[in-house]
């Protein structure tokens, strides 16, 4: 390899740890898509929206605790703030 390419390298890495390290936020402990309280409504003269089974399939994901088996066994993201890999393969 050639040592203007060997630089170049070697700068790009030093650049890409030093943006990793000076990111100290603090974790957040939990997955940002938390389905908190979800309840459901009927009403009388309007229809619902289309989209209210999501509730339901999260709080299945977290029954089953399928959302903390996928953050134990992929490591997907260097840094986890603010989002976890559950969030994303959820989504």
Same mark, same amino acid.
């Given at each position: 390899?050639?040592?203007?390419?060997a630089k170049k390298l070697r700068q790009r890495k030093r650049k890409i740890l030093n943006r990793l390290n000076k990111r100290s936020l603090p974790e957040y402990p939990g997955p940002m898509l938390n389905p908190g309280n979800i309840h459901y409504e009927m009403a009388d003269r309007a229809s619902g929206i289309t989209y209210g089974g999501m509730g339901a399939v999260q709080l299945l994901v977290k029954n089953l605790g399928l959302g903390k088996a996928i !953050?134990?066994? $992929?490591?997907?993201?260097?840094?986890?703030?603010?989002?976890?890999?559950? !969030?994303?393969? $959820?989504?």
């Open positions: 390899m050639k040592k203007k390419i !953050d134990s066994k $992929l490591r997907i993201f260097k840094i986890r703030d603010p989002y976890f890999e559950s !969030d994303h393969i $959820l989504t």
